[in-house]
């Protein structure tokens, strides 16, 4: 059982997606097609190709849930296996209510790498547990079980072509940039010295990491077709 409706867009809004590896309940506010495909594939935004232009611009809300039975067979997988069934859960819901088709391919694209700039990355070391992503039109925070390769990906949505994690650094860390984006840069000139750099410099300047630019083999996610849902 599923409802989806269009969300109605508010001033200063957050895109939310609730759902534990425990149960049925799947919850999305705020959230594109992208975004939902992103979840459930676990695929980056910037590797979703072919998908309609009301897939990254149309909202929707989203309460979905199945029956008792389901969950009590949800309740008691590992949560890996739990987080897994979930997002089969959700392909076919996006299959049924967006009539969602993709394919997977590896292509050849520009890409950027995310490597140590020099000597010893700064890396703020934190060991609690959970996920938080705070990603703004002028900075990224990231704490997750493998933070860099969760900052690789945040980067891509903002430098416009895949990041692959060259860093070889696993772990969890609370990793933090902020930087001045071009937009900005360019309307104050030089009357805010004491704005942060750009985001590659800012990016080496403030965790030691640098963006190499390349080319390599990607695995993409190829949007065959999709319909807008119909609401209830």
């Given at each position: 059982?599923?409802?989806?409706?269009?969300?109605i867009?508010e001033?200063?809004?957050?895109?939310?997606?609730?759902?534990?590896?425990?149960d049925?309940?799947?919850?999305?506010?705020?959230v594109?097609?992208?975004?939902?495909?992103?979840?459930?594939?676990?695929?980056?935004?910037?590797?979703?190709?072919n998908?309609?232009?009301?897939?990254?611009?149309?909202?929707?809300n989203?309460?979905?849930?199945?029956?008792?039975?389901?969950?009590?067979?949800?309740?008691?997988?590992?949560?890996?296996?739990?987080?897994?069934?979930?997002?089969?859960?959700?392909?076919?819901?996006?299959?049924d209510?967006?009539?969602?088709?993709?394919?997977?391919?590896?292509?050849?694209?520009?890409?950027?790498?995310?490597?140590?700039?020099?000597?010893?990355?700064?890396?703020?070391?934190?060991?609690?547990?959970?996920?938080?992503?705070?990603?703004?039109?002028?900075?990224?925070?990231?704490q997750?079980?493998?933070?860099?390769?969760?900052?690789?990906?945040?980067?891509?949505?903002?430098?416009?072509?895949?990041?692959?994690?060259?860093?070889?650094?696993?772990?969890?860390?609370?990793?933090?940039?902020?930087?001045?984006?071009?937009?900005?840069?360019?309307?104050?000139?030089?009357?805010?010295?004491?704005?942060?750099?750009?985001?590659?410099?800012?990016?080496?300047?403030?965790?030691?990491?640098?963006?190499?630019?390349g080319?390599?083999?990607?695995?993409?996610?190829?949007?065959?077709h999709?319909?807008?849902?119909?609401?209830?």
């Amino acid at each position: 059982m599923a409802a989806i409706h269009q969300h109605i867009p508010e001033p200063h809004e957050h895109n939310s997606i609730w759902s534990s590896s425990s149960d049925s309940h799947f919850k999305a506010e705020n959230v594109s097609l992208i975004g939902l495909i992103h979840w459930a594939y676990e695929m980056p935004e910037t590797r979703i190709l072919n998908a309609p232009g009301w897939a990254s611009s149309t909202y929707f809300n989203i309460d979905a849930s199945s029956d008792a039975s389901v969950d009590a067979k949800i309740a008691h997988l590992a949560p890996d296996a739990g987080k897994l069934q979930k997002e089969t859960m959700v392909r076919a819901l996006l299959a049924d209510r967006f009539k969602l088709v993709t394919h997977t391919e590896t292509r050849e694209l520009p890409v950027y790498e995310l490597v140590v700039a020099r000597g010893t990355p700064k890396l703020g070391d934190d060991k609690s547990n959970g996920t938080t992503i705070n990603h703004g039109r002028d900075h990224i925070e990231v704490q997750a079980s493998n933070s860099v390769a969760v900052l690789a990906e945040e980067l891509a949505k903002e430098v416009g072509r895949p990041v692959v994690d060259k860093t070889g650094i696993s772990g969890r860390y609370n990793l933090k940039v902020r930087w001045t984006p071009d937009v900005d840069a360019a309307s104050a000139g030089s009357s805010a010295p004491d704005a942060p750099p750009s985001i590659f410099t800012a990016l080496e300047e403030q965790l030691g990491l640098k963006l190499r630019p390349g080319k390599g083999p990607v695995e993409v996610l190829v949007v065959d077709h999709a319909e807008m849902p119909s609401e209830n």
